[in-house]
């Protein structure tokens, strides 16, 4: 199913930016032998980063559970007309999905006057409700990871990191890589900022640019449309990056050193799995390392020698044992 903007903003009297709703037809999306989940992307599906995860696992669940249940989506909601989105969601759907941590609190809220109705966010540490379910990422976990192999590619001695808006998740990440990257090279220059917007491509773009000045050569990032920005730069400083949540490595980027895979899309397939098996409750489930490599792990994509790959091999061993402990939330 298809709706397009204008037609949304009619029926629900808002001012999103995009509504992409796919599916075969109204009436067959809406067929009552079919389970109803609905799904907000907050950014772009086409970000390279966080919400292209969430869509691929959108997609995925859309393949293997077709004919049985209806999977729909709105991508592109500016964080003032979230509430709104979701209520228009919930009107219509068994299960609701807020795909990122920017989503929390409108999702409780709105939870509150749909108890009939399921939901799950992806992305926050939080506790479960009654009807909402919470799925940790553990961002700073692959963060910390992400750091070490940027200190151990970087020639210059200097490594950075841009966060978009400055939370509690994206900024432990940001602690994170700097304090990976000092536990393989104690003398390392780590540089951090914070743009306050996951999508704004000259201020990420004017980080990195001040990063890079201060000797920087690889960096690291929590941002979505915002990497065009950190690409432009690196581009024209001839700098490197690692890429964010899915692998990208057979793309063959000259840009990119390596990519983090921080299963946003596996995440929301646990919670349409667990929907459709019936099995689904109200649960905060910490995912990272111990769920596996789809959850989460790390490619270098080129110039990793046996001894990096057995350190990192050894780094994720002692975060899974607690040897090494990372912020959380």
Request: net charge positive; charged share 20%; with cysteine.
């Amino acid at each position: 199913m298809t709706l397009d903007r204008r037609h949304f903003l009619v029926t629900t009297a808002g001012s999103m930016s995009l509504l992409a709703l796919q599916g075969a037809t109204l009436a067959r999306a809406w067929a009552a032998d079919q389970v109803r989940i609905g799904i907000m992307v907050p950014g772009s599906k086409s970000d390279h980063g966080w919400m292209e995860s969430g869509y691929n696992g959108i997609k995925a669940a859309q393949a293997r559970y077709a004919g049985k249940a209806s999977i729909t989506y709105i991508e592109n909601v500016k964080f003032g007309d979230m509430e709104q989105a979701l209520v228009s969601l919930a009107a219509k759907n068994d299960l609701v999905i807020g795909c990122g941590g920017q989503t929390q609190a409108s999702v409780l809220k709105v939870a509150k006057r749909f108890p009939k109705v399921k939901f799950s966010i992806v992305g926050p540490t939080g506790t479960a409700t009654e009807n909402v379910a919470q799925y940790d990422v553990l961002q700073a976990q692959i963060g910390f990871v992400a750091g070490a192999v940027a200190a151990m590619l970087s020639k210059n001695g200097a490594v950075s990191y841009v966060g978009g808006m400055e939370i509690p998740a994206i900024v432990n990440t940001g602690k994170e890589f700097g304090n990976g990257a000092r536990y393989v090279k104690p003398s390392i220059k780590y540089i951090e900022a914070y743009t306050g917007d996951f999508d704004d491509v000259a201020k990420a773009k004017e980080a990195t640019l001040a990063a890079i000045a201060q000797g920087a050569d690889v960096h690291y990032n929590i941002v979505n449309l915002g990497i065009r920005g950190m690409e432009q730069a690196a581009r024209e400083k001839n700098t490197k990056l690692i890429g964010s949540y899915t692998n990208y490595c057979s793309e063959k980027s000259p840009l990119y050193v390596a990519y983090t895979v921080s299963g946003i899309g596996f995440m929301i397939e646990y919670a349409i799995d667990q929907m459709m098996a019936g099995t689904w409750k109200p649960e905060s489930k910490p995912f990272g390392l111990a769920m596996g490599p789809r959850s989460a792990g790390i490619d270098v994509c080129s110039a990793a020698t046996p001894e990096m790959l057995a350190k990192v091999k050894e780094i994720e061993e002692d975060l899974l044992s607690g040897k090494i402990k990372v912020a959380i939330g």
